[in-house]
């Protein structure tokens, strides 16, 4: 394992949140080019860009909590992350499920995600003490504890 700061050398980084959003929103625009760039760079093949689901699930919380943005704009958002060019997003299918039905279906996300993901680990159902959002995803069976236990 690599001490802090020490790396592999071979120019491959994870991308956090705060990158994404600056690109996004434009709020900082100094830190919205130098992210376009950084972006540019990963396209072009000159470096490697990861992301991970977590990173989708913030940038999708974010901009409905702070910046206040509605579930069709949100979802375009965070789709022209989860599919940039350049990116790597290690479960990118169950993203794009997970935000798909988030936006036709007006499901939470992170409650969508895991679903999407039951369904990507072919799992028998999710367990839940609220069904309420489950209810609009027939792809999934959701239980309560009781109904799997007895």
């Known amino acids: 394992m ?23 929103t434009n ?12 972006f540019r760079a990963a396209e072009a093949g000159r470096i490697t860009l990861y992301a991970n689901p977590l ?12 910046y206040r943005l509605e579930r069709a704009q949100v979802t375009e958002a965070a789709l022209a992350v989860a599919t940039m060019p350049g990116l790597v997003l290690p479960g ?6 997970a935000l798909k039905w988030y936006e036709e279906r007006g499901v939470d996300y992170v409650d ?5 993901w039951c369904i990507d680990r072919e799992l028998d159902g999710l367990i839940t003490l ?21």
Do not use: C, K, M
């Open 2 to 24: 690599n001490t802090p700061g020490e790396g592999s050398g071979r120019g491959v980084y994870l991308v956090d949140t705060n990158v994404f959003l600056r690109f996004l």
């Open 130 to 150: 609220d069904r309420r959002h489950f209810a609009r995803l027939d792809a999934v069976a959701a239980r309560s504890p009781r109904e799997v236990v007895g």
């Open 27 to 38: 709020d900082v625009p100094e830190e919205a080019d130098a992210a376009e760039a950084l």
């Open 55 to 66: 990173v989708i699930a913030e940038i999708v919380w974010v901009l409905e909590s702070f």
């Open 92 to 97: 990118q299918d169950t993203v794009l499920l």
């Open 112 to 116: 969508a995600y895991n679903a999407a």
